[in-house]
């Protein structure tokens, strides 16, 4: 055996490699190359992008049927697919959401479409969040909390 695999051990132990100091703590993970270092550094990258539960977007998916929008070149042009937003289970990267949403934005001729997709959306289902704005007093304690 060549040793542990990088990329799963620092996900095992949670930690990203950039933030590993000296030669030792590197070698202790199997990051024995600076070649092997920065390969993980980039795949470490690639795959701790930010998701969301992609509730605007499955909103905005919705309008665009409702108002008959051709939404599968949207949805390429965004690297979606229509089973990620039927599915409110798999979470979204965030990039693409916000590709979609801006995209939908432009076929629809409504100026305030954040306003009023935002309105239909049940908050509740933004889980603990929901719960934890909505027994704050103000933003900044919702912030805090």
């Known amino acids: 055996m060549s040793g542990p695999d990088p990329k799963r ?4 132990f949670g930690f990203d490699p950039d933030q590993i100091q000296g030669n030792r703590a590197r070698t202790m993970i199997g990051l024995k190359t600076r070649e092997g270092s920065k390969a993980m550094r980039k795949r470490a990258r690639f795959s701790s992008l930010p998701t969301a539960r992609g509730t605007i977007a499955r909103a905005a998916y919705a309008r665009a049927l409702g108002a008959r929008l051709e939404v599968e070149p949207l949805l390429k042009s965004s690297s979606l697919t229509p089973q990620q937003l039927r599915n409110s289970q798999v979470r979204v990267p965030v990039k693409n959401q916000i590709k979609f ?9 409504d100026p305030f479409l954040g306003i009023h997709l935002a309105e239909g959306i049940e908050l509740r289902e933004m ?6 704005i909505a027994s ?3 933003l900044g304690d919702a912030l805090r909390n």
């Open 9 to 12: 051990t620092c996900r095992h």
């Open 101 to 109: 949403l801006s995209l939908v934005a432009k076929e629809l001729p």
């Open 127 to 132: 889980g603990l969040t929901y719960y934890v």
């Open 136 to 138: 704050s007093e103000t």
